[in-house]
C-alpha cells in the first residue's frame, strides 16, 4: 500500500512570497488534514477535510493561509504572503472515516527568510 | 492550560534500559490516546492506541491509560538504538470529527 505522498520536501523562500504545498493521500482515504509542526512542538491541526467538504478549519489563519481538495483526492496548502513565524514543518495525514489510525507524510520542510 | 502537556526531555538512557513517557491532559472527554514515533525529518507513525482506560501490550512497548489522573504512559522495556526517536501522544474525542490534540514530544536518545 503507497502512502501519503507530500511535495516538495523541502522550500526556502523570503517573507511576503506565497508558497503552496501538495498532498496525495492513501487510495480510498476519505479524511485529510494539514497539520503544522513548529520545531520542538507537537502537530497543530490547520484544517481537516472530509471528501472535498471541510470539517474543521479553525486554527487556519486564514487571512494568509488556504486549502483546497477539489475533487475529494488530492489536496494543495497555500500561504501567500508568507511571515517568519510560518517557518516549519507542513504535514499531511489521511485516515479511513471512523478510523482512529492517521496516516502520515514525510513532511515539508518550510523555512521563510 | 494546554490540552496535553508533555515533557519535551531531551531523555538519554544506555541500551537495554526500561523507557517511561508520560503525558497528562485535562480534558476528561478524550476516549482514544495514541502514541507516535517520529524519527528525524520524517512523519509521524502510529506505535500503539489504547481506548478508554487500562493497559495495551505489544512486543517491548506497553502502553497505559489511567483516566482518574488524566495520565498515560508508554514504557520501552530493553531499548534499543533503533528506539532514537520523538515520541509524540495524541488523544481524541469520539464522534467529533476525529481531530487529534498532540503532546509537544519528548526527544529520546538510547546510547549503545
Known amino acids: 500500500e503507497a502512502g501519503v505522498a507530500q511535495s516538495p520536501r523541502y522550500k526556502i523562500i523570503e517573507k511576503r512570497q506565497s508558497v503552496a504545498f501538495w498532498c496525495n493521500p492513501i487510495s480510498g482515504h476519505a479524511t485529510l488534514y494539514w497539520y503544522q509542526q513548529i520545531l520542538g512542538q507537537g502537530p497543530k491541526l490547520l484544517i481537516q477535510f472530509q471528501n472535498n467538504g471541510v470539517v474543521d478549519d479553525s486554527q487556519l489563519p486564514k487571512d494568509r493561509f488556504s486549502a483546497e481538495r477539489l475533487k475529494g483526492v488530492d489536496s494543495t496548502l497555500k500561504i501567500q504572503p508568507a511571515k517568519l513565524e510560518d517557518s516549519a514543518v507542513y504535514l499531511c495525514?489521511?485516515?479511513?472515516?471512523?478510523?482512529?489510525?492517521?496516516?502520515f507524510g514525510p513532511g515539508t520542510r518550510l523555512t521563510v527568510l | 492550560q494546554k490540552e496535553v502537556e508533555q515533557d519535551p526531555g531531551p531523555l538519554s538512557v544506555p541500551e537495554g534500559a526500561i523507557v517511561s513517557l508520560n503525558c497528562t491532559y485535562s480534558n476528561s472527554a478524550f476516549q482514544y490516546f495514541m502514541w507516535y514515533r517520529q524519527y528525524s525529518r520524517k512523519g509521524p507513525e502510529l506505535l500503539m492506541y489504547?481506548?478508554?482506560?487500562g493497559n495495551k501490550e505489544d512486543g517491548r512497548f506497553t502502553a497505559q491509560v489511567d483516566k482518574s489522573s488524566k495520565y498515560i504512559s508508554l514504557f520501552i522495556r530493553d531499548s534499543q538504538p533503533s528506539d532514537s526517536a520523538t515520541y509524540l501522544c495524541?488523544?481524541?474525542?469520539?464522534?467529533?470529527?476525529?481531530?487529534?490534540?498532540f503532546g509537544t514530544g519528548t526527544s529520546l536518545t538510547v546510547i549503545p
Open positions: 495524541a488523544m481524541n474525542i469520539p464522534n467529533t470529527g476525529n481531530q487529534f490534540y
Open positions: 495525514a489521511s485516515s479511513s472515516v471512523g478510523d482512529n489510525e492517521q496516516f
Open positions: 489504547t481506548y478508554s482506560s
